[in-house]
Nanobody, 114 residues
Framework: QVQLVESGGGLVQSGGSLRLSCAAS????????MGWYRQAPGKQRDMVAI??????NYADSVKGRFTISRDNAKNTVFLQMNSLKPEDTAVYFC?????????WGQGTQVTVSS
């Protein structure tokens, strides 16, 4: 079992930046994926970025704008979001998948105004 707690969401103008953080309640080996999904109103939850070891994977829509990183010593994963667009507006969920199953945070709202 692990709890994931996100922080860093908010309201930002188009072209601005935000940094999301997700703190895990215990150490998670970097052999297990951690990352971010997002869900806009009326839409499905989609993968944004995942990091496993040194491997990262990004949704095409955020490549070149978002960067995922991980601090294993602090049990935290980050999402640096630059050049934000109104279509990035969504609730962002932290995610991890361990041997015991998938775990999700409660979500943090990101709103990008035009």
């Amino acid at each position: 079992q692990v709890q994931l707690v996100e922080s860093g969401g908010g309201l930002v103008q188009s072209g601005g930046s935000l940094r999301l953080s997700c703190a895990a309640s215990r150490s998670i080996s970097n052999i297990y994926p951690m990352g971010w999904y997002r869900q806009a109103p009326g839409k499905q939850r989609d993968m944004v970025a995942i990091i496993t070891g040194d491997y990262t994977n990004y949704a095409d829509s955020v490549k070149g704008r978002f960067t995922i990183s991980r601090d294993n010593a602090k049990n935290t994963v980050f999402l640096q979001m630059n050049s934000l667009k109104p279509e990035d507006t969504a609730v962002y969920f932290c995610y991890s998948h361990l041997d015991s199953g998938a775990y999700w945070g409660q979500g943090t709202q990101v709103t990008v105004s035009s």
